[in-house]
């Protein structure tokens, strides 16, 4: 694959860039505002791009979405955003470009984090509501968005599972009063270069019952990018997700 790397120097794109180099991919060239020395040109905008390429990987922010979003339509590629931390107006975007473009978009691209997603959907389906979900997140101290993508999508899960009609509560402070049964907590840490952790946990009478997941480096998502971007390749315009690419597992 001939691949166009958006946050090619960050810490992401340079894991993705080390692992397609040792594969049969190719990076033809990154995009980054803050470009710095890479195996590969790196402009600051998408207009400077003249490469020919069969696909997008993004590991930037949700800054200038459209750019990217543009971009593909333009050259007639799939884009796999892996980015977190998008508004609501960037939803808005990304699903009405999906309609001309193949957009695959996830908040955690592990196989482990998705495995548990599905977990935590059929531990919520069977313990039921007197059972009291909290999701605690750790990562490193540059994080720029909290709760993480990963923590949201968790929390869909888990709300599905029960049967809908929970909200999320993002941290507490102060005089709260006690918790409500409609409640899902979600807690973010942050603290030193922790890669990502996800704990789900589901409290009721006398017994507590754990779901945890931690990455251990950053290759994993950089694996899983590479996996989504290959599989995109030839797909009609709409949103992916990793739930497609492990073939429907969260319906099973
Ligand atoms: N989906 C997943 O599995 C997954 C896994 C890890 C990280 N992420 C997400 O990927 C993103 C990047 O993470 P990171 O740890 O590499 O961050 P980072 O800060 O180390 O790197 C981000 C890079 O993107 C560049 N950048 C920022 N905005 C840009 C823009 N508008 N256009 C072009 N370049 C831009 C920055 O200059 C930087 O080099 C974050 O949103 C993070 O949450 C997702």
Redesign the pocket.
């Known amino acids: 694959m001939k691949i166009v790397l ?8 340079k894991n993705v860039a080390e692992l397609a180099g040792s594969g049969s991919d190719t990076i033809v060239c990154g ?4 470009p710095a020395p890479a195996p590969f040109p790196v402009y600051t905008r998408f207009a400077d791009v003249t490469e020919a390429a069969d696909v997008l990987i993004d ?6 979405l459209e750019e990217r979003l543009r971009f593909c339509e333009d050259r007639g590629i799939p884009a796999v955003l ?4 998008y508004s609501d107006n960037d939803l808005a975007l990304i699903e009405n470009y999906s309609k001309r473009v193949a957009i695959f978009k ?5 196989l482990g984090v998705n495995v548990l997603q599905y977990l935590a959907k059929k531990a919520a389906q069977a313990l039921g509501e007197n059972f009291d979900a909290e999701i605690v997140e750790r990562h490193h101290r ?4 909290a709760p ?3 923590a949201l999508m968790l929390a869909k899960s888990v709300n599905e599972g029960f049967g809908g009609g929970k909200e999320n509560v993002c941290g507490r402070e102060g005089a709260v009063g006690a918790r409500k049964r409609s409640e899902i907590g979600i807690h973010a840490v942050r603290g030193g270069t922790i890669v ?1 952790e996800h704990e789900v946990m589901f409290a009721g009478e006398d017994e507590i019952l754990t779901l945890s997941h931690s990455a251990r480096s ?1 290759k994993v ?1 950089a694996a ?1 990018a590479l996996k989504a971007a290959a599989w995109m390749r030839g797909k009609r315009p709409g949103i992916y997700d990793m739930d497609d690419l492990l073939d429907g597992i969260f319906n099973q």
């Open positions: 958006c946050g090619a120097c960050g810490k992401m794109g995009v980054d505002i803050a590991f930037s922010s949700p800054t200038a892996a980015s977190t931390g996830t908040g955690n691209l592990s540059e994080k720029k968005d993480s993508g990963t990502g950053r998502f899983g």
